[in-house]
């Protein structure tokens, strides 16, 4: 089987970066209820903020959701039973701070198993995947359109996904979601 994994809100916490943020300008945090940092109800400062940081290499910081979870994907990647990959839309050309990232997370990825594409959806074709784990709803929508199976995580922090939670399988977090799936015991 091949798998996809997203990087950020999926493996890496942004969610606490973009929190973070929002508590700065505004003081109070609430969950984006959309992709569009302009289009959450928060000041435009806050926003504005928001744009910067998610094309900044502040976004290279972020730390791993769950501390378990490195040796959870260094296990899934050298085994033999499944093919992994990590799809994300991270900065065409931000490659090598992402594998720097992830190395520093102590998550195993060499250069042709870490993808970055943008739209998304071209790379799970591409690389003909079988079950892509994101937590962003275009994609979610685009494997259910093509036919990908799909697992979305979907926490407080990704407010933006709910309203698919009637329609997609999700769970709060990709150790969760993986051992579900029977993919990690």
Avoid: W
Avoid at 19 to 47: I, L, M, Q
Avoid at 95 to 101: D, E, R, V, W, Y
Avoid at 155 to 168: I, P
């Amino acid at each position: 089987m091949r798998i996809a994994i997203d990087l950020d809100n999926t493996v890496f916490d942004t969610a606490a970066k973009y929190r973070a943020v929002v508590e700065a300008h505004d003081g109070k945090y609430t969950p984006p209820v959309s992709y569009d940092v302009y289009k959450n109800g928060y000041s435009v400062a806050a926003a504005a903020a928001l744009h910067d940081l998610l094309h900044s290499d502040e976004l290279y910081k972020a730390t791993v959701f769950d501390q378990n979870v490195p040796d959870l994907l260094n296990n899934l990647y050298n085994g033999t039973q499944h093919d992994l990959f990590y799809i994300t839309e991270r900065l065409l050309n931000q490659h090598t701070p992402t594998l720097l990232q992830m190395r520093r997370a102590g998550i195993i990825c060499d250069d042709t198993k870490l993808v970055h594409r943008m739209p998304k959806i071209d790379a799970l074709k591409e690389y003909k995947i079988d079950l892509c784990f994101d937590d962003a709803p275009h994609v979610v929508s685009d494997c259910i359109t093509n036919n990908i199976d799909v697992v979305m995580i979907s926490n407080y922090d990704t407010a933006y996904n709910h309203y698919l939670r009637e329609s997609v399988e999700y769970y709060a977090d990709l150790a969760t979601a993986l051992k579900k799936r029977g993919i990690i015991e």
